[in-house]
């Protein structure tokens, strides 16, 4: 009996310790989930996904159409790269219908490219993606689209960006034009954005583009001497977040404040979008937060 009951005691001291082992992990676990709080933005919508795994990390409305602003001109280089037989070196002559685009158009950014100046393919992306030039996007487009006349090989080249969208799965997305100043039918969601950004930094000249903070770039001129454009990038994560590695700002009257943005630390990529920030300070600060998050994630 005695023996017994010394080894009930004993059972039932294992017992006491072993719940008590599991009690202390059960309230561990939620404190170590607690240290990594879902950031707050002030964007409408927001997605970030390890750009390695196409893991989602963070949603918020991911799946809302919004207007994309000059996100939209991701696409206008991924069709541009996309070409067959691509010659990033071919040249462009200038037309006033680009500088009289800009014009026309209050909200349209400009790489402010000369008439008449002969520009190479690789530098119009350049001018595409750092100041955002409409001017540049309407060059690649005039030079890419196909038909007799510009308005022609516009519509083409806008029918190449959503034959694009469709043939990458991006369902909530459409173009009506090359750089996002659209007529209400330019819209995206943030998970969509997304997955096209991912898309075109598999392009090893998109990478390169998106990355340089600003360029000084050789130009023919119309009577065959040189100028020199300087370019800076609207991407202000270059240089003030850790490891960013692009991709591209957007804005306009109905899209507010738009970012798609990656980065990578310690061989982990984190790619996503913001859209409808309510300024730029905003959505700098949102891209920043949902890196954090992703990261850490």
Request: proline residues 2%; charged residues 20%; hydrophobic residues 35%.
């Amino acid at each position: 009996m005695k023996n017994g009951i010394n080894g009930k005691r004993r059972v039932s001291a294992v017992l006491v310790t072993a719940g008590a082992v599991l009690t202390a992990g059960a309230f561990a676990a939620p404190a170590q989930a607690a240290t990594l709080k879902t950031p707050t933005i002030t964007a409408k919508g927001g997605f970030v996904m390890n750009n390695g795994t196409g893991k989602s990390l963070f949603t918020k409305a991911a799946d809302t159409r919004l207007a994309t602003g000059s996100t939209t001109k991701i696409m206008t280089a991924r069709v541009v790269l996309a070409q067959s037989n691509l010659n990033l070196d071919s040249k462009v002559t200038i037309q006033k219908a680009y500088s009289d685009y800009i014009v026309d158009n209050n909200w349209a950014s400009s790489a402010r490219l000369i008439v008449g100046d002969k520009v190479t393919v690789r530098q119009l992306l350049y001018g595409l993606m750092l100041p955002s030039g409409c001017d540049a996007a309407y060059a690649l487009a005039d030079k890419f689209g196909s038909g007799s006349t510009r308005s022609a090989r516009v519509k083409s080249f806008i029918g190449k960006m959503n034959s694009t969208a469709q043939s990458l799965g991006l369902k909530n997305t459409h173009f009506d034009s090359f750089d996002g100043i659209g007529k209400g039918a330019n819209y995206s969601t943030p998970r969509d954005l997304t997955k096209l950004a991912s898309s075109a930094m598999k392009y090893s000249t998109f990478r390169t583009v998106v990355k340089t903070k600003s360029t000084k770039q050789k130009v023919t001129t119309k009577s065959g001497g040189y100028r020199y454009m300087e370019w800076a990038n609207t991407n202000n994560l270059l240089g003030s977040y850790s490891g960013t590695i692009g991709v591209k700002t957007g804005s306009g009257p109905e899209a507010k404040y738009c970012l798609v943005f990656a980065a990578t630390r310690s061989g982990k990529t984190v790619i996503g979008t913001v859209l409808a920030s309510s300024s730029v300070a905003n959505r700098t600060a949102d891209a920043k937060k949902l890196m954090d998050y992703g990261f850490k994630k």
